[in-house]
Nanobody, 126 residues
């Protein structure tokens, strides 16, 4: 069973830093891309940053220069280092794994499938 568990959220003052983690399990040795999204109540979930298995990264404009995404493939863990946090960064942060077939561990034999974690709350006060 594929599972993603985020951690590292919390409350910080503007200008502070946090490092989020997302521990994945249930998809050993499967090709995957990982991403961070965030969502505030009443708004759609928005892309923050993504990283492919080879380490290629992408960032939303709001994250460029302040956030750094990384991953440890051996541990199936995704990270997001967030610096210079602003009140606008306040949101629930979710990690998403896109698994590509074949992925026997996830019974995925064709195409791809997305999996989400439960989220971790980040609150930035001014």
């Amino acid at each position: 069973q594929v599972q993603l568990a985020e951690s590292g959220g919390g409350s910080v003052q503007a200008g502070g830093s946090l490092r989020l983690s997302c521990a994945g399990s249930g998809y050993t040795n499967c090709r995957n891309d990982m991403e961070w999204y965030r969502q505030v109540p009443g708004k759609e979930r928005e892309f923050v940053s993504g990283i492919e298995r080879d380490g290629s990264t992408t960032y939303a404009d709001s994250a460029k220069g302040r956030f750094t995404i990384s991953r440890d493939n051996a541990k199936n863990t995704l990270y997001l280092r967030m610096n210079s946090l602003k009140p606008d960064d306040t949101a629930m942060y979710y990690c998403r794994a896109t698994l590509y077939s074949p992925c026997p561990a996830a019974f995925l034999w064709h195409g791809f499938s997305n999996y989400w974690g439960q989220g971790t709350q980040v609150t930035v006060s001014s």
